[in-house]
Each structure stands twice: as structure tokens, then as C-alpha cells.
């Protein structure tokens, strides 16, 4: 199908993807491919920016975007954003091609100064040091703006706030990340916030990991450890890891027939 032209004056994008109600200027363009293409990190696919809730005519016709450009094995939808960084105890602009050559955990928490969402960022804050061994970065994100973190950054644990805080939250006061990565919460009470979400981006910039839950329920940073291991380890020794594996116990050879596999079947599943 013929791709339609743009109606916004100011969009730079070409392709543009966005939709009839494209808000891309010179300044901020929009993620997708067309305009992204010079971006190591830049998505794959059609512009998250202006995604309805589901698609229909007439935006059906502007080359097909799909709900989430953020999908396993693909390029990382590329950010930046103003944050506030604990470990600086400042502000920073943070790009996502900052850590082009690292393991990245990037979080995002519903809203600052609730409930569940400190137990969380303290814990992956405490984790860092931890995460910064294997070469891996902790980013959390939010919709709050970067002053709104800074309150909540200086706030001490005791009172509900942050304080010390290790790592940097990013402000996504515009929406445009948490689109971008498919966990915005489009509608209710909380509408604007951001689900639960977690995402795994190798020193490639590829998404290995998706994970997103409702917001009553916290996550558990040492699964998000023992995964980025195991996936350090599946890229260097070509071996899969099995259900529940951690560093030290067995892997296996995906191939059918090994007679390593077949021992460990009868070694690990056999005995019950």
C-alpha cells in the first residue's frame, strides 16, 4: 500500500510512521526506523509516539505500525532523557547509547513517592555494585519529572524516599520511552504511569529480556541478576541454561542426541 504523506509541517521523518496525528518536530523526531536510521540503537518498525489503542482505519493506512516496537532479538528502541543520578547526586542527560558496550536492566516503576515502587529501586540500587561486576547497568525510569526523582532521591529510607541512592531514574515526563516500550498504562486511575517493566538490552543494544506486570506486585532483582548471567553465559559458551540454573550448576548442548543431554535428563529430571 502506498505510504501517505505526512500532514504535519514540522515532522523531519521520512519515512513517517506516526499516523495523521504526528506531533514530530526538527528538534524530537519520532523512533521509528525512517528517522532512527542513523541511530545505533534506533527501533525497528513503525513510530510508537501516537499508537491508538488498537488499529483501524484511517490509521491502518500509514504503513502499519504495530502497539510495541520493543520486541525479543531487536534493536532496543533507542532514548534519551533527563534524569536524576544518585551516584552523581545530580542531574544528567542519559542516552541509551551511553552504555553501548554493556549489559543494560532498564526499569520502570509506576510513580514516585508510592508504595511498592521504593522496596523495588532500593533493591535494585543496593544491587548495583553487584550488576556493575558483571558489566551491567541499572537504569529505572518513570513518567515524574527529574525534579519530582531529585525530592525522592534526597528523601531518607526511613521516611518513605530513596536516600542513599546508587543509580539514575530517568524522567519519561513525555511518555514517548515508555510508548516506545509498550508498558505505558493507557487507561484508569493510573493512566500516564508505567506498568512494572523490565528489559534485558545486550552490549549489541538487542532486547533479550521482556518482563511486565501489574503495578500491586514488586519484582525480584535477583531473578533479573540470575538472568542477565544466564544470558552471559549462553553467548559465550553456546549452552542453554535449564529452568532455575544459576552460575555453577549444569547446562546443557542444544543438540539432539548429545549424549551430555541425555545425561542429564536421566541426572536431573530421572531422579524425580
Same mark, same amino acid.
Given at each position: 500500500?502506498?505510504?501517505?504523506?505526512?500532514?504535519?509541517?514540522?515532522?523531519?521523518?521520512?519515512?513517517?510512521?506516526?499516523?495523521?496525528?504526528?506531533?514530530?518536530?526538527?528538534?524530537?523526531?519520532?523512533?521509528?526506523?525512517?528517522?532512527?536510521?542513523?541511530?545505533?540503537?534506533?527501533?525497528?518498525?513503525?513510530?510508537?509516539?501516537?499508537?491508538?489503542?488498537?488499529?483501524?482505519?484511517?490509521?491502518? &493506512?500509514? +504503513? !502499519?505500525?504495530? *502497539?510495541?516496537?520493543?520486541? @525479543?532479538?531487536?534493536?532496543?528502541?533507542?532514548?534519551? /532523557?533527563? #534524569?536524576?543520578?544518585?551516584?552523581?547526586?545530580?542531574?544528567?542527560?542519559?542516552?541509551?547509547?551511553?552504555?553501548?558496550?554493556?549489559?543494560?536492566?532498564?526499569?520502570?516503576?509506576?510513580?514516585?513517592?508510592?508504595?511498592?515502587?521504593?522496596?523495588?529501586?532500593?533493591?535494585?540500587?543496593?544491587?548495583?555494585?553487584?550488576?556493575?561486576?558483571?558489566?551491567?547497568?541499572?537504569?529505572?525510569?518513570?513518567?515524574?519529572?527529574?525534579?519530582?526523582?531529585?525530592?525522592?532521591?534526597?528523601?531518607?529510607? &526511613?521516611? +518513605? !524516599?530513596?536516600? *542513599?541512592?546508587?543509580?539514575? @531514574?530517568?524522567?519519561?515526563?513525555?511518555?514517548?520511552? /515508555?510508548? #516506545?516500550?509498550?508498558?505505558?498504562?493507557?487507561?484508569?486511575?493510573?493512566?500516564?504511569?508505567?506498568?512494572?517493566?523490565?528489559?534485558?538490552?545486550?552490549?549489541?543494544?538487542?532486547?533479550?529480556?521482556?518482563?511486565?506486570?501489574?503495578?500491586?506486585?514488586?519484582?525480584?532483582?535477583?531473578?533479573?541478576?540470575?538472568?542477565?548471567?544466564?544470558?552471559?553465559?549462553?553467548?559465550?559458551?553456546?549452552?542453554?541454561?535449564?529452568?532455575?540454573?544459576?552460575?555453577?550448576?549444569?547446562?546443557?548442548?542444544? &543438540?539432539? +542426541?548429545?549424549?551430555?543431554?541425555?545425561?542429564?535428563?536421566?541426572?536431573?529430571?530421572?531422579?524425580?
Amino acid at each position: 500500500m502506498e505510504q501517505q504523506k505526512c500532514p504535519n509541517p514540522d515532522c523531519q521523518c521520512n519515512p513517517c510512521n506516526c499516523g495523521p496525528d504526528c506531533k514530530c518536530t526538527k528538534d524530537q523526531p519520532c523512533l521509528c526506523s525512517g528517522c532512527g536510521k542513523d541511530m545505533p540503537f534506533s527501533s525497528v518498525g513503525g513510530c510508537p509516539m501516537n499508537f491508538p489503542p488498537m488499529m483501524k482505519p484511517p490509521f491502518g &493506512k500509514w +504503513g !502499519g505500525p504495530k *502497539p510495541c516496537c520493543c520486541q @525479543i532479538n531487536e534493536p532496543a528502541p533507542y532514548f534519551e /532523557a533527563e #534524569a536524576w543520578s544518585g551516584a552523581d547526586n545530580d542531574f544528567a542527560h542519559i542516552k541509551l547509547t551511553d552504555y553501548k558496550d554493556k549489559w543494560v536492566v532498564l526499569f520502570f516503576y509506576p510513580m514516585d513517592f508510592t508504595f511498592v515502587c521504593p522496596t523495588e529501586i532500593c533493591a535494585f540500587s543496593d544491587a548495583a555494585e553487584n550488576f556493575a561486576k558483571i558489566n551491567t547497568v541499572i537504569l529505572g525510569a518513570s513518567t515524574d519529572n527529574q525534579y519530582v526523582h531529585r525530592e525522592w532521591a534526597l528523601r531518607d529510607r &526511613k521516611q +518513605g !524516599g530513596l536516600a *542513599p541512592l546508587k543509580i539514575p @531514574i530517568l524522567s519519561d515526563k513525555s511518555q514517548r520511552i /515508555a510508548k #516506545a516500550y509498550g508498558c505505558l498504562i493507557r487507561k484508569g486511575p493510573d493512566a500516564g504511569a508505567t506498568y512494572r517493566a523490565t528489559y534485558i538490552i545486550d552490549p549489541k543494544g538487542l532486547v533479550r529480556h521482556i518482563s511486565i506486570n501489574d503495578t500491586p506486585v514488586g519484582r525480584s532483582i535477583d531473578e533479573v541478576m540470575r538472568l542477565v548471567q544466564a544470558f552471559q553465559f549462553t553467548d559465550e559458551h553456546g549452552e542453554v541454561c535449564p529452568s532455575n540454573w544459576k552460575p555453577g550448576k549444569k547446562t546443557m548442548k542444544p &543438540k539432539a +542426541g548429545d549424549p551430555d543431554l541425555k545425561k542429564y535428563f536421566e541426572d536431573e529430571l530421572g531422579k524425580k
